[in-house]
T-cell receptor, first 114, second 114 residues
Framework: AQSVTQLDSQVPVFEEAPVELRCNYS??????LFWYVQYPNQGLQLLLK??????LVKGINGFEAEFNKSQTSFHLRKPSVHISDTAEYFC????????????FGQGTTLQVKP | GAGVSQSPSNKVTEKGKDVELRCDPI?????LYWYRQSLGQGLEFLIYFQGNSAPDKSGLPSDRFSAERTGGSVSTLTIQRTQQEDSAVYLC????????????FGPGTRLLVL
């Protein structure tokens, strides 16, 4: 079955600390991978995407992610978080069909504490 | 430029009533997607439009759900005889192409069925 798994439902972290949000995907989804962020009462905003090429992808707001084919992972990292990074983060992949529909993980709530 | 817009932003309805949710995609985007975000199910794909046709309706949960798109632009998601389990945030996204095109999301319509 097509699936994207986010291993942590909540990640609390102190301001200016590094953070990693973990994501694994099943081999039945494509390797077009995305991270989206959702601030309260807002839609989803694209942070970064991996389509091909370099396995280290840099996105907005200082986030980056590394595609690891052997471990079927696409973990999101930031070296120093800010209070404003508090939000829900979704990992997603295209399904195996060619329609471009996204398969989402369950989301990880990042809670940045002062 | 203008992003994806959705209306209404909030909708409260009584069980058994019909509701219509509207999505205005980014101008020129040929691909349009509807997703549903609920507490128990996370983010789920509902339907995909390419132009005015819907080649993938596989995510519609029942025949009470239908959608159309006219003029290759505005889309309407209709839920007939609403049930309490239909309460969720309905998100629309558009893309300039399928495949590797980035999907841009609207702010969503929050539906509450009493």
């Amino acid at each position: 079955a097509q699936s994207v798994t986010q291993l942590d439902s909540q990640v609390p972290v102190f301001e200016e600390a590094p953070v990693e949000l973990r994501c694994n995907y099943s081999s039945s989804v494509s390797v077009y991978l995305f991270w989206y962020v959702q601030y309260p009462n807002q839609g989803l905003q694209l942070l970064l995407k991996y389509l091909s090429g370099s396995t280290l992808v840099k996105g907005i707001n200082g986030f980056e992610a590394e595609f690891n084919k052997s471990q079927t992972s696409f973990h999101l990292r930031k070296p120093s978080v800010h209070i404003s990074d508090t939000a829900e983060y979704f990992c997603a992949a295209y399904g195996s069909s060619n329609t471009g529909k996204l398969i989402f993980g369950q989301g990880t709530t990042l809670q940045v504490k002062p | 430029g203008a992003g994806v817009s959705q209306s209404p932003s909030n909708k409260v309805t009584e069980k058994g009533k019909d509701v219509e949710l509207r999505c205005d995609p980014i101008s020129g985007h040929t691909a349009l997607y509807w997703y549903r975000q609920s507490l128990g199910q996370g983010l789920e794909f509902l339907i995909y439009f390419q132009g005015n046709s819907a080649p993938d309706k596989s995510g519609l949960p029942s025949d009470r759900f239908s959608a159309e798109r006219t003029g290759g632009s505005v889309s309407t998601l209709t839920i007939q005889r609403t049930q309490q389990e239909d309460s969720a945030v309905y998100l629309c996204a558009s893309s300039s192409s399928t495949g590797s095109g980035t999907q841009y999301f609207g702010p969503g319509t929050r539906l509450l069925v009493l």
